[in-house]
């Protein structure tokens, strides 16, 4: 396994790599990588030649009021993780690196960004398309796989793909969870375990809305409960709302597939959990 720490090293290698006629699929992460991140890792391996994994974690994605400097990062048990899925490549730039000091240029999707987190952090899904397309220019990759978990910014990534023709196919994967139903996500680590234990609330009434809605037709009572439920284990929500996939507007006669998302504070950490499912 080769590990890059430089955009010209990684784009030369990405290069001679398509220019040798072998297929690439990259797996953007921001590191600190979990069950979640090794199963993308799984769906690259079968489908290309080589693997990259980036780890950068992406001071554009960040307000400054968030996370980003407690941010957890573990670079030793990443490597590992990576060398036992079969990876070929770890790419872990400095920011140094990745952006020249007088960068001013953003790619920004403007619609499918606009409702759930995006709403909740207005300046999030410039910075994810802006670091993907830079990404997605440095790898060269054929293929490109992201998790469910975070489904809004598979379909803005979807659609900056296609609007841009970048010649790459975003791959969907599963959303992973852990046994007890908590979505896998590197900030679970920020949770005591009273906090863990009361989150669970987000996915148990994601499916319990998700049954009324089906049986109803309906969702706002649905939402109404699913809200309750989780204030009522502690929770701050954030939004539970559910959206059409295609468009990311209030589901009509012509929608077919939802994603009924949640987002929630348990003590300082948001979580984000979905489910995605056919009307
Ligand atoms: O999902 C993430 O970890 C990040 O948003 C991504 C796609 C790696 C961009 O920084």
Redesign the pocket.
């Known amino acids: 396994m080769q590990i890059f720490k430089t955009r010209r090293e990684l784009q030369q290698f990405a290069l001679g790599a398509r220019r040798s006629g072998k297929s690439i699929a990259l797996v953007?992460?921001?590191g600190f990588l979990h069950e979640g991140h090794t199963s993308l890792m799984d769906i690259a391996r079968s489908k290309a030649d080589i693997v990259i994994v980036?780890i950068?974690?992406?001071p554009k994605?960040f307000a400054p009021t968030e996370d980003f400097d407690r941010y957890p990062r573990d670079f030793e048990g990443d490597r590992a993780k990576c060398e036992a899925h079969g990876v070929d490549v770890i790419f872990a730039p400095e920011i140094s690196d990745m952006y020249d000091g007088n960068s001013s240029t953003w790619v920004e999707e403007t619609i499918l960004s606009q409702p759930l987190c995006g709403a909740s952090r207005p300046t999030f899904y410039r910075?994810?398309t802006t670091?993907?397309a830079k990404?997605f220019l440095l790898a060269q990759p054929d293929y490109a796989v992201?998790?469910l978990k975070?489904a809004q910014?598979c379909f803005v990534?979807q659609r900056m793909v296609r609007d841009l023709d970048f010649p790459v196919e975003i791959i969907p994967a599963p959303l992973v969870r852990d046994a007890d139903g908590l979505a896998l996500s590197?900030r679970n680590r920020y949770l005591s375990d009273d906090e863990r234990r009361r989150a669970l609330s987000i996915h148990q009434s994601l499916l319990k809305a998700k049954e009324r809605i089906i049986r109803e037709k309906s969702s706002a009572n649905a939402i109404a409960e699913a809200v309750a439920s989780v204030t009522a284990a502690g929770g701050r929500v954030d939004y539970i709302e559910i959206l059409d996939c295609d468009t990311m507007t209030a589901p009509n006669s012509e929608t077919r597939r939802v994603i009924l998302a949640a987002a929630a504070f348990f003590g300082t950490t948001r979580l984000i959990d979905n489910e995605i499912f056919e009307l």
């Open positions: 953007p992460t921001m980036s950068f974690v992406n994605q910075g994810v670091v993907v990404l992201f998790g975070d910014q990534i590197s």
